[in-house]
């Protein structure tokens, strides 16, 4: 999400500035699991998630969409899980 400017110059001794608008694209949310096995190499699950600020579009990760996360992970990885959580309220909600 950074602007599309590679390179830049100005006159010695003058700090370069590169002017970009600030809207950007929208917000970028990110789930993710390291799975560890004994014995096997981790592997990292992500699932992203991009919000541009649309009438009615959702912004972050919903119960479902954690849910459907957790469960797609668990048929892959064909074993027990172990969460770590922090206090997010859809981390800690009763259908979690």
Request: charged letters at 25%; glycine letters at 10%.
């Amino acid at each position: 999400m950074r602007p599309p400017v590679a390179k830049t110059w100005a006159r010695r001794g003058h700090t370069p500035v590169v002017e970009v608008s600030g809207k950007g694209s929208g917000r970028v949310s990110i789930a993710g699991l390291v799975c560890l096995k004994p014995g096997q190499r981790g592997r990292l699950m992500w699932r992203t998630r991009l919000h541009r600020g649309r009438t009615g579009e959702r912004g972050s990760f919903s119960e479902d969409d954690y849910i459907a996360f957790l469960d797609q992970t668990h048929q892959r990885l064909q074993a027990p899980m172990v969460l770590i959580w922090d206090n997010l309220n859809t981390h800690v909600s009763r259908r979690m």
